[in-house]
Structures are given as C-alpha cells and as structure tokens.
C-alpha cells in the first residue's frame, strides 16, 4: 500500500524556519517525482514544488522561490521542503503527492502537515 | 502560467441526479507526442488530501465509480457525476499538468439538494 506521511509542521514567527520531510512507503521511491502542494484554511490548491526521480532537475512556485528548497534521499525514502523566511502567506496545510510518469498525474497524497506563521 | 478556471463555484444537486462541473484551460494543455490531454480531477472531501479520479481528462482512475466520467477538447472540459450519492460530497478540482507551475481550478463544492 503506498503511504506517504509528512511530518515538520508547526508554528513558527516570521522571518522563521521549518524543515518538512514525508516519509514514503509501498513503492519504488527512486522511480517517482514527487510534488509539494499547499492548502491554506478554507482555500484551494496551490501547487508549491516538484523534484525529479534523481533530484536533479527540480521547479519552485515563482510565490517561493529562493526561500524553500525541495530535496530527497533515496536512501531514506523520504522528500524534504526546507522553508525559509516564512510569510503569515504561508500559513496552509502541506501535502506531499506522488506524480505518475505513466500517465502524467499527481495519483497519491499524504495527509498532509500543518504550517501556521504568526506571531 | 496555465490558468485553470472552473464553474460553478458550489452546486447542489438532488440525489440520484446529476452534476455537472466545468473547466476551462487558459491555453492548449494536449501533448501532441500522445495526442493526450494533460488534464485530471480531483476530489476533495472535508478534513482528507484530495483523490485522483480522472487524468488525460477522460480516464478513470482504478477503483473508481463508473458514475464519475470526464470529458472535454480544446480548452474546455467537464467532469460528470451521473447518479449522485451522499458519499459525493466535496469539492473538485481540476488540474493541468502539461508545464510547471502545475496549476488547480479553484473547486467546485458539490452538495445535496
């Protein structure tokens, strides 16, 4: 059974840090591109980032680029968002998702994790 | 960016009855190597992630109910629930995913009438 489960989330001032990491389970993690996605409270979907099987070739929402870094470790099965100089903005539940290169679609997502930036 | 734009904003709809959602791409997302359209739904019930029920538009993700159908060309597209069930309420979403930034609909909230 594919899992993904994030973990990380938390209250943090502005101008602060948090590290997110999603740990997966159930499928070969070094074969798929994995997503980043946002929900603030009441709102919609908000695509935030994507990394490639290999990590090398990765693409940041213009919203975030240059303070969160996407990541991952094979090795551990796990995906990574370093996020930096957080914004009250930011403040939404973050998913992790699986893309599908098969048929080109996000087909599974974690429960996501909680990110509240305030003071 | 591909702006996704989606209508109704909510609808509700009888039991048994059904609903229909559109979406509408700001620019042409079929991928002319496979002739696909780069298209999916998602559905979104309170307090859960979304789920994927449909990709290139119009296929059915396994698993899921035959009464959930997508369709659309061009830059218009349309996802049906032919016989609503209580357990279909939600929001849905349609996303592109034919470049980054990957963009959503903003939702359409489905009840029962």
């Known amino acids: 059974e594919v899992q993904l489960v994030e973990s990380g989330g938390g209250l943090v001032q502005p101008g602060g840090s948090l590290r997110l990491s999603c740990a997966a389970s159930?499928?070969?993690?070094?074969?798929?591109?994995m997503h980043w996605v946002r929900q603030a409270p009441g709102k919609g979907l908000v695509w935030v980032s994507r990394?490639?099987?290999?990590?090398?070739?990765?693409s940041y929402a213009d919203s975030v680029k240059g303070r969160f870094t996407i990541s991952r470790d094979s090795a551990k099965n796990t995906l990574y968002l370093q996020m930096n100089s957080l914004r009250a903005e930011d403040t939404a539940v973050y998913y992790c998702?699986?893309?599908?290169?098969?048929?080109?679609?996000?087909?599974?997502w974690g429960q996501g994790t909680l990110v509240t930036v305030s003071s | 960016d591909i702006v996704m734009t989606q209508s109704p904003d909510s609808l509700a709809v009888s039991l048994g009855e059904r609903a229909t959602i559109n979406c509408k791409s700001s620019?042409?997302?079929?991928?002319?190597?496979?002739?696909?359209?780069?298209l999916a739904w998602y559905q979104q019930k309170a307090g859960q992630p979304p789920k994927l029920l449909i990709y290139?538009?119009?296929t059915r993700e396994s698993g899921v109910p035959d009464r959930f159908s997508g369709s659309g060309s061009g830059t218009d597209f349309t996802l049906t629930i032919s016989g609503l069930q209580a357990e279909d309420v939600a929001v849905y979403y349609c996303?592109?995913?034919?470049?980054?930034?990957?963009?959503f609909g903003g939702g359409t909230k489905v009840e029962i009438k």
């Open positions: 159930g499928f070969n993690f070094s074969n798929y591109w």
């Open positions: 290139w538009a119009s």
């Open positions: 996303q592109q995913y034919y470049t980054t930034p990957l963009t």
């Open positions: 990394i490639n099987n290999d990590g090398i070739s990765i």
């Open positions: 620019q042409n997302i079929l991928y002319s190597s496979n002739n696909k359209y780069y």
């Open positions: 998702a699986r893309y599908n290169t098969a048929y080109h679609a996000v087909d599974y």
